[in-house]
């Protein structure tokens, strides 16, 4: 776990990406020191171009000069050169970066728990920026023209975005283990998604690496081919449907419509899931005075539980009840309840069960 002072070095773009309105506050943050105030005596040589400083050799800082009618005007500048300095792009669109704080904020990932960037980042921001960026100098000319240079440390940069790559590493690889996948197919698509999420950030940091010259670690997954294999695992995932109590198979038949229309596989032997269904009928036969007859009245009650069968785990519950109906001849009443059920299924079951899967497998 970083200390509170290499966290300030961290705040500069864990995401390696974030508004340039921000960046001014978290360079001026990350400084080593207090900047001192701009001067207006003879104006010195680095500002005259060529991003050189005698204080920061190239060897060991990357910097860039910027200049514009304000302070901040002028840092924003000088970060927009520096991040242009790079041969190899460092943006991260805004969906990859929506997806990327939702996660870390809801404590989804593991990583929040090693690395708590939330106190030292602003996730509000939006366009590029460098971990270890410091404003180290600055200059006003006569004519109110402000001059600053941001200066990146080559050595701690590659440091602390190799260890970022190397900790994103290890959750991936914790998040994607295959027998967690087998043991819950729903908790591995989660997971496999998690882990894109964390994977989607690798091509900004990589860049960053190229750009000053470090090697990028081999065999870094990107998000795209975790998300391909959650989609693999989601529709590899088979439920069993054990019914008790049914009438000719109607209630089985009821579900398997509404699981094969999310797109589920019924299988009857080693499934992922089972749903078992019980299904009660109570019949009672009353003589009806106004009919002059008597009539067999039946109340039925459903039960079905989605369970994961090698933990034993009960998902999601669903209940029938209230469902009652009388006619003269028994076998017509139970017709009766079990078209009702049947329709109630169809009209419920889908419902509830995509909002479980919404929760236990939210898009990523």
């Known amino acids: 776990m970083f200390h509170k002072k290499s966290f300030l070095f961290l705040a500069f773009g864990l995401l390696a990406a974030c508004l340039v309105p921000a960046l001014t506050a978290c360079a001026s943050a990350g400084a080593a020191s207090p900047v001192p105030p701009a001067r207006k005596n003879a104006r010195p040589e680095w500002t005259r171009g060529g991003d050189r400083h005698p204080m920061f050799p190239e060897s060991a800082y990357l910097t860039a000069v910027g200049s514009g009618d304000s302070r901040q005007s002028a840092e924003r500048n000088a970060l927009e050169n520096l991040a242009g300095r790079f041969n ?100 591995g698509v989660d997971n496999f998604r998690k882990a894109a999420v964390l994977a989607d950030m690798n091509p900004s940091y990589a860049a960053v690496l190229s750009g000053l010259g470090a090697q990028v670690p081999p065999g870094l997954q990107s998000g795209n081919e975790l998300r391909r294999k959650a989609d693999e695992i989601r529709r590899a995932i088979t439920i069993g449907i054990n019914v008790s109590g049914d009438r000719d198979d109607m209630v089985r038949a009821a579900f398997a419509k509404v699981l094969t229309g999310l797109n589920f596989k019924t299988v009857d032997s080693d499934p992922g899931y089972v749903l078992e269904v019980s299904v009660n009928v109570t019949l009672e036969r009353k003589f009806n005075k106004p009919l002059d007859r008597d009539i067999t009245w039946a109340d039925q009650t459903l039960l079905a539980e989605l369970k994961n069968p090698r933990t034993g785990e009960g998902l999601l519950t669903y209940k029938i009840k209230d469902n009652r109906e009388g006619d003269p001849v028994e076998s017509e009443v139970l017709d009766w309840v079990f078209r009702n059920a049947v329709r109630t299924i169809d009209r419920e079951y889908a419902d509830k069960l995509s909002g479980y899967l919404a929760r236990v497998m939210p898009e990523g």
């Not at 929040?112 to 200059?139: A, H, M, P, T």
């Not at 941001?150 to 991936?172: F, G, N, P």
Request: proline share 2%; net charge negative.
């Open 88 to 187: 190899m792009a460092i943006h991260v669109d805004e969906r990859t970066r929506e997806r990327y704080w939702h996660t870390i904020e809801n404590g989804d990932i593991h990583w929040k728990e090693n690395i708590d960037i939330l106190g030292y980042f602003d996730k509000r921001s939006g366009v590029d920026n460098l971990i270890g960026v410091s404003i180290e100098d600055s200059f006003q000319d006569d004519g109110g023209t402000f001059f600053v240079l941001a200066v990146l440390d080559r050595k701690k940069t590659i440091e602390v975005y190799s260890d970022i790559i190397e900790k994103k590493r290890k959750e991936i690889d914790d998040l994607t283990r295959p027998d967690a996948a087998e043991r819950n197919p729903f908790e």
